[in-house]
């Protein structure tokens, strides 16, 4: 396959998936990771994609969002892993707020059956996790309900945020950086995740490595606003030093 072709089918596969990733299309077309970086540059130069941290994004397209089922399938080890690392920042009792996103339900799906804890939760999925939880004093917060994310928003999430005072908050985002800081691609779920860690004394960001450098339409917050980053190891180690120089503790799964 010649270069041109195989650039118009990367083109074709980040407009039909909303995103692309280096070693996949490596992968896909047997060719080097360097080679890939090469095709998505020169897509980058006509406008026809962004290059985000470890791939690519269809150009004008800084409000996609993928379905839960969709994000639940992806980078599913490294959010395992990174489910696992969170289990260790939980209070031995006291009140938790677990944001909608499909890590933190992975955390969910994980506490132990020991756990004894007052969780917070505007996800669906999330609480219907922890509704059978013997340990858990569950707390489902109400508002509208996003189809795609399956998370309560508006007016009532945000009063009853406004209510609360929690010892902490699992936080998630579509995109994070020390330069852009936190950003999802919906107004009002940022706003909602705004809320949320203002009513937490402390934040743990649990986001994976893919999600390093994209910068979505609705901006919530800075890393300084994080105290922990929970990510994999695909977050390079001059990233980390960069986030960690914002204040921000960095844990790698």
Do not use: C
């Not at 990367?10 to 090469?38: P, Q």
Request: proline fraction near 4%; hydrophobic fraction near 45%.
């Amino acid at each position: 396959m010649y270069a041109p072709e195989r650039q118009q089918e990367i083109l074709r596969l980040a407009r039909d998936g909303g995103r692309v990733d280096v070693l996949s299309l490596a992968e896909e077309f047997k060719v080097t990771a360097e080679t890939i970086r090469r095709d998505l540059k020169a897509l980058d130069r006509a406008g026809l994609v962004r290059r985000v941290h470890g791939g690519a994004i269809p150009a004008g397209r800084l409000d996609f969002e993928p379905d839960l089922t969709e994000r639940e399938g992806t980078a599913a080890d490294e959010k395992d892993r990174i489910a696992h690392a969170a289990l260790a920042e939980l209070p031995a009792e006291g009140s938790v707020v677990l944001d909608a996103g499909s890590t933190v339900a992975r955390l969910a799906a994980a506490l132990p059956l020991e756990s004894t804890l007052t969780v917070v939760t505007h996800s669906l999925p999330t609480a219907a996790r922890l509704a059978d939880h013997p340990g858990i004093q569950l707390h489902l917060i109400g508002g509208r309900v996003r189809q795609r994310t399956r998370a309560a928003v508006d007016a009532w999430a945000l009063r009853a945020y406004g209510e609360i005072r929690a010892d902490v908050l699992f936080l998630a985002a579509n995109g994070f950086s020390a330069e852009a800081g936190l950003t999802t691609p919906d107004l009002a779920e940022a706003a909602v995740k705004r809320a949320a860690v203002a009513a937490a004394r402390r934040v743990v960001l649990l986001a994976d490595s893919t999600k390093h450098g994209q910068e979505h339409f609705a901006r919530f917050g800075d890393l300084t606003d994080v105290d922990l980053l929970i990510t994999d190891t695909g977050l390079a180690p001059d990233d980390t030093a960069a986030i960690e120089r914002t204040g921000t503790e960095v844990v790698r799964a």
